[in-house]
């Protein structure tokens, strides 16, 4: 616990260096685990591995990861909203563009182009959303796997 | 000759001589052969034009040696009809209601002479020149039971401007709906109607086709009106950026301990969320800068960054006031004040990580404030009280200038007015009415004649608590530990703790088109399936009820482009995602039309012994 404090208020204090998950090699797993300081499952699927992030405040996030070692799917379910520039790397700019233009409330926030698709809903203290590359999912793998 | 001038005021005694058979034929046999000219009959005008519903006056000159009587026609048909307009036997003609096709029509006097000779005129019917115009306020306007509103009407255009006021359609209302006196004044019925919305109309006297119609919502102690519409932006004319299914209420808040209080309405009811935020910049006579403050022991004041679903925030101070809803009072309940600069927004947490747009202006939010009422008393709870802080925790204390995440008591948290409230506090019941399936323009609605009826819904506090809450045989659903139905169970397949019913959401969000097998829309976030589809779900409580709950979807480019106008719909769905296997069934307003649904907050007493110790659903 007290490494996740530590580990928060690095963030707090604007030092987040660019470590991204998204899109990247499965490296950046461990990191993550690290940031968000859970507990952590592998599991291994037909044609890609699950990495299962449990945190301290019983947020659950998954980690997508191709036989290449790249993550090409995130999802969360959490009482808050999960730290998505470190999830989302260098995809978080497509989401923070996306938010800002959304102008209609009371709906989720959905994205859906040919190389990214995402979605953030859920309510207060509920909240759940999932994003994923097109472009990386592995060979005989559907983003139906993505939970 | 004689010249005889038959005319309203001289037909009587025409026709009196007729009637008495003193026909005063030829001197001779009355036959053809005889020298007597036959008469000529002109008549005036020869040609006019006349408004739809409009009279006109005919005289017919008869210039005869002979004493003759005069039947009139229109088109040939004796006495004309209600299509092509009627005339008299004095020959006062009163056009069609609506003009007729084609729009002229030829009026006959016929004089009952030998060979009946005949004068005519053409008439042209016109639609008719409305000058009227009538307006009423107050407009939409809600009251509690047997009290009294003034409405007042406005009519230009014309020089008479009285009007006729009626309720429901019955001049001067009835003891059911509420009477109206000549001068405006609507006294309510003592028990409010079902359903609680009435429709007032004035009419023109001087144009009774010319009317202007509002609402009024009667209410009771632990009753406030829902209004669905599309929230202070209105309507944008786009499905992208207009917000469908808007819920909301008024809501009074006041200084606490005082009788200094600001009504405040366009709050939005947000089940889906706990405890009141108002935007900052709407408290003018309960300014944030007289609310009570929340500190911690060092002294340094409560913040709060909320997040909601689509990574949008609000910023703001925890304050504290007296939350007032219909007969309820929620006295020094802590509210959130959206959009105080006191403090600038910590951006190295609550912005990047939510990364949508600060909420903080009524542009932005679309209402006044955000009314929570969902499951829990306080919008954290317990996760936020303890010593440890976590990544996108809400509350920031800001030493020196710099905000930083901190725990904060369960006092101290935002709360649910509602469980504040000294009776009706476990929960709240929201009541709205079935709608078309092609949508309405907004709840409440009524036409300018008064004669559509939209009724709006009612948000009733307390559950069991009074005669209009009580449960009935609705289904509770005792919610999971994230809120939710235990289970949902789709087309055989489970989905544990996979939804929630949620009245600050504004559509269906179920699965995935490539589940369902349907399209997306192509220019916006709806479902679009060739023909209305109907999804059957069997939900679970985690007390192991269950029943069947029937979505349906209807296709958005069809509903938008239908009605361009509607704000509610009752069938609007969406994708949980695109390409995902979804888990989540995320029942939005459309839901709720033509249901009683039961919101019970966590800790009270639930319903026919079940257990809920993280609050339920009823309905």
């Not at chain 2, 069609?96 to 004089?111: L, R």
């Not at chain 2, 829990?376 to 930083?404: H, M, W």
């Not at chain 2, 009580?470 to 999971?480: E, H, P, R």
């Not at chain 2, 966590?602 to 079940?610: D, E, I, L, Q, Y």
Request: glycine share 10%; net charge negative.
């Amino acid at each position: 616990m007290k490494t996740t404090l530590k580990i928060l208020l690095v963030l707090m204090m604007g030092a987040l260096p660019a470590w991204a998950a998204l899109g990247e090699y499965e490296g950046s797993v461990s990191l993550d685990q690290r940031i968000l300081g859970g507990e952590t499952r592998e599991e291994v699927h037909t044609g890609y591995k699950l990495h299962q992030i449990i945190t301290a405040d019983g947020a659950v996030i998954r980690e997508y990861v191709s036989p290449e070692g790249k993550v090409f799917a995130i999802s969360w379910h959490a009482h808050f909203l999960p730290n998505l520039p470190q999830l989302l790397g260098s995809y978080f700019p497509r989401v923070q563009q996306a938010a800002q233009a959304k102008v209609q409330r009371g709906g989720p926030l959905v994205i859906r182009t040919g190389d990214f698709v995402y979605f953030s809903g859920g309510r207060m203290m509920n909240f759940h959303g999932s994003a994923y590359v097109p472009g990386l999912l592995p060979k005989n793998v559907t983003a139906e796997v993505v939970r | 000759m004689r010249r005889k001038n038959v005319s309203a005021a001289t037909r009587a005694s025409l026709l009196v001589v007729m009637a008495g058979g003193m026909f005063l034929a030829s001197c001779g046999s009355g036959g053809t052969g005889n020298n007597i000219p036959l008469p000529v009959i002109t008549l005036s005008p020869a040609s006019a034009s006349v408004a739809a519903g409009a009279p006109l006056q005919f005289t017919a000159t008869v210039v005869s040696s002979y004493s003759t009587t005069i039947t009139w026609s229109v088109n040939n048909i004796l006495g004309g009809n209600s299509t092509l307009g009627t005339v008299s036997s004095s020959g006062l003609y009163t056009a069609p209601a609506s003009v007729p096709n084609p729009a002229t029509v030829t009026v006959k006097a016929v004089s009952s002479a030998e060979t009946n000779p005949s004068g005519s005129a053409i008439v042209t019917i016109t639609a008719p020149v409305v000058n009227a115009v009538v307006a009423v306020a107050p407009t939409d306007s809600s009251t509690p039971a047997g009290t009294t509103v003034q409405f007042a009407a406005t009519v230009t255009g014309t020089a008479n401007t009285a009007v006729t006021w009626s309720v429901n359609g019955v001049a001067g209302g009835n003891s059911t709906v509420g009477t109206i006196s000549a001068k405006g004044l609507y006294t309510a019925p003592t028990t409010a109607p079902s359903p609680p919305t009435v429709a007032v109309t004035a009419t023109s006297q001087a144009e009774t086709s010319q009317s202007a119609s509002t609402t009024l919502t009667l209410t009771t102690s632990n009753t406030a009106p829902l209004y669905v519409n599309f929230g202070l932006n209105g309507n944008t004319g786009n499905p992208n950026t207009a917000s469908y299914n808007g819920l909301f209420t008024t809501v009074t808040v006041c200084l606490p301990g005082t009788a200094d209080c600001q009504i405040i309405p366009d709050i939005l009811v947000d089940t889906g969320t706990v405890g009141l935020r108002v935007l900052n910049s709407v408290l003018t006579t309960a300014p944030a800068t007289e609310l009570g403050t929340v500190r911690d022991s060092a002294g340094n004041q409560v913040q709060e960054c909320t997040q909601f679903r689509d990574t949008s925030y609000a910023w703001g101070p925890v304050l504290v006031a007296d939350v007032v809803i219909a007969g309820e009072k929620a006295p020094s309940v802590p509210i959130q004040v959206i959009g105080d600069t006191t403090f600038t927004v910590p951006i190295t947490s609550c912005l990047s990580l939510g990364s949508g747009p600060s909420l903080d202006t009524v542009a932005a939010l679309g209402a006044n404030g955000i009314l929570g009422i969902g499951t829990s008393i306080q919008d954290c709870g317990l996760n936020c009280a303890g010593g440890q802080t976590f990544s996108g925790y809400p509350y920031y204390i800001c030493p020196n200038d710099v905000c930083q995440v901190a725990p904060v008591p369960l006092v101290q948290q935002v709360a649910n007015p509602v469980a504040f409230f000294a009776t009706d506090n476990n929960g709240v019941e929201i009541i709205l009415p079935s709608i078309s399936s092609a949508g309405a323009p907004s709840l409440p609605y009524t036409n300018a004649a008064g004669t559509s009826l939209v009724p709006a819904g009612l948000l009733v506090f307390g559950i069991g608590t009074q005669s209009n809450n009580a449960l009935g045989s609705a289904t509770v659903y005792a919610t999971d530990s994230n809120g939710n139905f235990s289970n949902v169970v789709y087309d055989e397949f489970s989905f544990p703790s996979g939804g929630f019913v949620d009245t600050g959401l504004n559509a269906l969000y179920v699965l995935d088109p490539h589940t369902l097998g349907i399209l997306d829309c192509a220019d916006n976030p709806y479902y679009c399936p060739e023909t209305p589809l109907s999804l059957s779900l069997t939900t679970y409580g985690a007390n192991g009820a269950s029943g069947t709950v029937t979505l349906n979807i209807a296709n958005a480019d069809t509903l938008f482009g239908t009605n361009p106008g509607f704000a509610a719909f009752n069938n609007l769905g969406g994708a949980r995602g695109t390409g995902l296997s979804t888990d989540y069934f995320d029942l939005g307003l459309p839901f709720f039309f033509g249901r009683s649904v039961f919101v019970g907050i966590a800790g009270t007493t639930a319903p026919k012994n079940v257990s809920a110790p993280n609050g339920y659903f009823a309905f």
